[in-house]
């Protein structure tokens, strides 16, 4: 039991990772980003190109995964998104979904179509006793930094003025520019941003889930509901979700091994009936 | 003096609803502004589109000596249209002092004046802006207009649905600014007779263009054209409420 709590709250924490990106992209922004995995998996392969090309550590191959996803997200952003911000959701939905199918093709293009090698580092391989359970140490270390990246995140939003800048943006687009910010000049940074994060839950991920070009689509479904049971445009509700998700998706593999994969749509359609508006909705909705 | 603001033959909507048809009409510096009109004839619309808002068709606006007709909403903000939106419209989520301190720039209006003009913000600091009664809203919406340190305030509606001595002290707020520090408005109000009290000019609107251009006070003393235009001060007007603040009153009342 405890074991599969834990499992899957280092799985939510991934979840977690690569879908606040998103969450803040469709709150803040209202734009229906179905690429989000995309820039996961940009993340997933810079770090293992960092890894076995460049011989770098892990630790920096994730400075270089989030880079990666940072810089081709504020690229896309400039010359893509910004079109469409106002757009029919419909326009953004067929945008983001052929970037989904342009990224599986150049990816299977360079890196063909099978899973990526990755081995952690010595440090993070095996497992260590904790609080009386035997827990895998890069499980454990998933955790650690989703909870610091949660930390640093709440941070910045409720704490700064960039961060008080983004969530008047949330609240009243038109109200925060006719007072005089720069909403445009705030969506390209947050963003990218936010593309960063996704690229550094890609790289993680390569431990527990397998990189292969269709990453982006395979796992689209579970970043939308992480964002849709939590409430877009908060860091807590998609935290909260992604935990939830994750111990339901391992607890139903685990325990009713043949129904485990319809069990996240369950909890989903039960938490949207009871909560339209997801976990924590943001406030003033 | 000089001229300040002026529409030059704007023509503006929404999509391709066109709400302002060639609207012309100018402000000098110093000088205070009501516009007032019949419900949908494009008053709160012509504030809209001094802040970028709406689909400019044809004619220009200059501002302060520039064309701003193109300029993005926020460069306005900044380059000093100080606008206080319809229905208030603070940011829910952020705190009272984050609603000021976000949109701050600069200048001789900071959180520490602000407070002094308003000290129920000061009490109410850290409530979140969802959790402000109608009169705390609309001085944190006039606070935060402030806090961005304009050279016109634009006030969209002010007065609606606020108790009447909120409206009052709230007008005389207005009336301050203008004589003590400078700062001038433009009105945009339904109710005509405590606006006029509060401006030198006034236009009336119908169907989006101007139909009358003149003094404040002679608009208020002239019921039969006031009520021409829109339908109101027919009968003598009860006694309006006194706007002239008493010798040395600077402040709103402590827990206004």
Redesign the interface.
């Known amino acids: 039991m405890g074991i599969v709590i834990f499992d899957g709250i280092a799985y939510g924490m991934l979840l977690f990772l690569i879908a606040v990106g998103l969450s803040v992209t469709m709150g803040l922004m209202s734009f229906v980003n179905l690429a989000h995995g995309a820039f996961a998996m940009i993340g997933g392969y810079a770090a293992v190109t960092a890894m076995n090309q460049f011989g770098l550590g892990f630790f920096p191959a994730l400075v270089a995964s989030f880079v990666a996803a940072a810089l081709v997200g504020g690229v896309l952003e400039f010359t893509l998104y910004r079109r469409l911000y106002r757009a029919h959701p419909l326009d953004q939905v067929l945008l983001s979904i052929g970037l989904v199918f342009v990224s599986v093709a150049v990816f299977t293009y360079f890196f063909g179509p099978t899973i990526q090698a990755f081995s952690p580092p010595e440090s993070l391989t095996g497992s260590m006793s904790l609080m009386g359970l035997e827990v895998g140490r890069y499980r454990l270390f998933l955790i650690v930094c989703g909870f610091a990246i949660l930390a640093g995140l709440l941070l910045v939003l409720n704490r700064t003025?960039y961060g008080?800048?983004v969530?008047?943006a949330?609240?009243?687009q038109?109200?925060?520019?006719?007072?005089?910010?720069?909403?445009?000049r705030l969506f390209f940074l947050t963003f990218a941003f936010g593309c960063g994060l996704a690229g550094l839950g890609g790289a993680l991920s390569l431990g527990i889930l397998g990189l292969e070009p269709s990453f982006a689509l395979k796992y689209l479904i579970f970043f939308l509901i992480v964002v849709c049971v939590g409430g877009a445009g908060t860091i807590i509700g998609p935290f909260v979700a992604a935990l939830l998700v994750g111990i339901v998706d391992v607890a139903g593999k685990y325990y009713l091994p043949e129904l485990g994969a319809f069990l996240i749509y369950v909890f989903m359609v039960i938490t949207l009936l009871v909560r339209p508006n997801g976990l924590i909705p943001?406030?003033?909705l | 003096m000089s001229e300040l603001l002026a529409f030059d033959q704007v023509t503006a909507g929404y999509g391709d609803a066109v709400v302002l048809d060639r609207m012309s009409f100018s402000l000098e510096a110093g000088k205070s502004l009501a516009i007032l009109g019949r419900n949908g004839v494009g008053k709160t619309t012509l504030l809209e589109t001094l802040?970028?808002?709406t689909r400019v068709m044809s004619g220009s606006i200059r501002w302060n000596g520039q064309d701003i007709t193109r300029m993005?909403?926020?460069r306005?903000?900044?380059s000093g249209l100080g606008?206080v939106?319809q229905e208030r419209?603070v940011?829910?989520?952020?705190t009272v002092e984050?609603?000021l301190?976000?949109?701050a720039?600069p200048g001789p209006w900071n959180l520490k004046r602000v407070y002094e003009l308003f000290p129920r913000l000061q009490e109410r600091r850290s409530n979140?802006?969802?959790q402000l009664s109608g009169g705390e809203q609309q001085m944190l919406a006039i606070g935060?207009?402030l806090m961005?340190n304009p050279k016109l305030l634009l006030l969209d509606e002010p007065m609606e649905g606020l108790a009447p001595i909120i409206v009052e002290e709230l007008a005389l707020v207005v009336k301050l600014l203008c004589e003590s520090e400078g700062l001038a408005s433009v009105v945009v109000e339904q109710h005509p007779v405590l606006t006029l009290s509060m401006t030198h000019h006034a236009i009336v609107l119908e169907r989006g263009q101007v139909v009358h251009a003149g003094h404040s006070q002679a608009l208020a003393e002239d019921t039969h054209l006031l009520h021409g235009l829109l339908g109101v001060g027919q009968r003598p007007q009860p006694s309006r409420p006194s706007m002239d603040a008493p010798a040395g009153y600077t402040l709103l009342p402590q827990g206004a």
């Open positions: 003025r008080a800048m969530r008047a949330v609240d009243n038109r109200v925060a520019r006719g007072t005089g910010i720069h909403v445009q943001r406030k003033g | 802040m970028g808002h993005p909403s926020h306005r903000a900044r606008w939106p419209e940011f829910p989520s952020l984050e609603n301190t976000v949109v720039t979140y802006g969802n935060r207009a961005t």
